[in-house]
């Protein structure tokens, strides 16, 4: 099935909801897939990125909370118990 833009403008106008570009959600696509834990490689393939590097570039910012989870699981796999705190510097 192909995106039909006319369409979905005259749906988003009786809907209410406010204009957004399509190309508006690649951001909002590659957030939630880095978020879920997706390889950022496969995350740059989607996107069509010549390297994965534009990607983690790009989406840089999540990395402060995907830190934090990460040591949270490691921690879990080593201790088989729920990490209480974790200091990031």
Known sequence: M???AKKMTCMDYF???PKIRFHATRHTH???LLLQGVNPKI???RLGHADVRISLDT???LLPSMQKET???FGKML???EVEE???N
């Open 2 to 4: 192909l995106f039909n």
């Open 15 to 17: 809907v209410g909801l």
């Open 30 to 32: 590659a957030t939630l």
């Open 43 to 45: 995350v740059s393939e």
């Open 59 to 61: 989406y840089s910012h």
């Open 71 to 73: 040591a949270i699981m």
């Open 79 to 81: 201790f088989e118990e």
């Open 86 to 88: 974790v200091v990031l």
